[in-house]
């Protein structure tokens, strides 16, 4: 028999969990509604719960507080890119370095730029909100590098070095990336087509990986 805080517990056909990570997930879902459209300042708790229709008592039994909420956005705003270039890389039956990286681009722009307010929570309203969240987002950025590094080795090989070696390259191409969608991001229509910034990436790339210009 199980417990009354078993998670395992089944309510109306469904378990305890499956309900919590269901409410979760409308909780981060109405957060990148809000917070991608007020802004991290503007928002309330209360707004999140209204535009998640769930009560406050839920909120807190998900995140400790707001600072926690944007940083588990931020965290499915870059896992859902990530998998974007993963599902690239690996659909693609083209294993020419260019067009790899033409793939992977593209798919990591649409991920975070092509959506507003996506790109405002990631390139505008993590930044300056306290060590705890700057930490966090370091943390991620730190990931990205570390991805980054292990596609290049795989993808070109250990018989080649970039100069200053493949973290530094990797740790480059994050901080030129990044600077060109959050500007991107932010440009009123019309903006240049997702084509032109995965050319100017490649550009960038071409200075560190051979056969790629």
Known sequence: MTDVGDPRRVYGGRSMADRRADRRAKFLQAAIEVLGT???SATSVADVCAAAGLARSQFYGEFANREKLLTDVYD????????????????????????????????????????????RICYIEMLGV???????????????????????????????????????AATAFLGAFTEVVSDWSRTPSPRP????????????????????D
């Open 76 to 119: 499915l705003i870059q896992q859902d890119a990530e998998t974007a270039v993963v599902t690239a890389l690996s659909g693609s039956t083209d294993r020419d370095h260019r067009k790899l990286v033409a793939a992977a681009m593209g798919a990591l722009i649409d991920s975070l730029g092509s959506d507003p307010r996506r790109a």
């Open 193 to 212: 087509p997702v084509g032109a910034l995965v050319d100017t990436m490649i550009a960038v790339l071409a200075a560190f990986v051979p056969d790629l």
């Open 130 to 168: 306290s060590d705890t969240v700057e930490q966090h987002r370091a943390r991620r950025r730190a990931v990205w590098v570390g991805f980054f590094e292990a596609t290049l080795r795989g993808e070109v090989g250990a018989e080649f070095e970039p100069p200053g070696g493949y973290r530094l």
């Open 38 to 40: 007020k802004g991290y």
